[in-house]
């Protein structure tokens, strides 16, 4: 059981270029979350899902672009890379909160990502 | 706007000390506070968490102390140990269909022989 598997595990990226971070999950979890962490800052959310289809906003956005075709994949855009992307991002996946408790996310390893 | 406040930032315990992180939030509207411990190079794992029903949650070492009335919660280890050396973060969240956590800074916790 892989859990929640992010490519790739490093990456370096000259300003102004766009990449895709990938992100799967194999425990057929419906929420899916992309966070940002950076030093002393903890983690920020940048993008949610709560189904196939279905995208909303979290609290740094700015920059970034996501799209959920799938259950499995949410991947995450950055179009014009900028310095102050520079950060490590987590994926995170869950069952709803509907199931009547909260529900434990479940964090890929991250992707290092250098805007130089 | 940091909805979530933690301290200390970082955490030196000797072997078998009590180790505690405080966390402390703004909005009443919280109702679930999860604890997330971290080790290097990996993503953050769920520890323990409580809901403001009661004040106190235990799970084997770990202990989690909540304060509603002071809108404050807190993370003890007892016994720590040197695999307890993480970075342990707080959280909050409002529940009945927000999903979403509210982190707060994280403290890194090392403890020494």
């Known amino acids: 059981n892989a859990g929640v598997t992010q490519t790739p595990k490093f990456r370096i990226l000259k300003i102004g270029q766009s990449m895709t971070l990938q992100c799967a999950q194999d425990?057929?979890?419906?929420?899916m979350y992309w966070y940002r962490q950076d030093p002393g800052m903890g983690l920020k959310l940048i993008y949610y899902s709560v189904g196939a289809g279905i995208t909303d906003k979290g609290e740094v956005p700015n920059g970034y672009n996501v799209s959920r075709s799938t259950t499995e994949d949410f991947p995450l855009r950055l179009e014009l890379a900028a310095p102050s992307q520079t950060s490590v991002y987590f994926c995170?996946?869950?069952?709803?909160?509907?199931?009547?408790?909260?529900?434990?996310?479940?964090f890929g390893d991250g992707t290092r990502l250098s805007i130089l | 706007q940091q909805q979530v406040k933690q301290s200390p930032q970082s955490l030196i315990v000797q072997k078998g000390g009590i180790s505690i992180i405080n966390c402390a939030y703004e909005?009443?509207?919280?109702?679930?506070f999860p604890w997330y411990q971290q080790f290097p190079g990996k993503g953050p794992a769920l520890l323990i968490a409580?809901?403001?029903?009661?004040s106190e949650k235990k799970e084997g070492r770990f202990t989690i102390s909540f304060n509603k009335s002071a809108k404050q919660f807190s993370l003890h280890i007892m016994d720590s140990q040197p695999g307890d050396s993480a970075t342990y973060f707080c959280?909050?969240?409002?529940?009945?269909?927000?999903?979403?956590?509210?982190f707060g800074t994280g403290t890194r916790l090392t403890i020494i022989p």
């Open positions: 959280a909050a969240a409002i529940n009945f269909g927000n999903e979403k956590l509210t």
């Open positions: 995170a996946s869950s069952y709803s909160w509907d199931r009547g408790a909260p529900q434990p996310q479940h």
């Open positions: 425990m057929n979890h419906n929420y």
């Open positions: 409580i809901r403001p029903d009661v």
């Open positions: 909005n009443t509207a919280f109702d679930y």
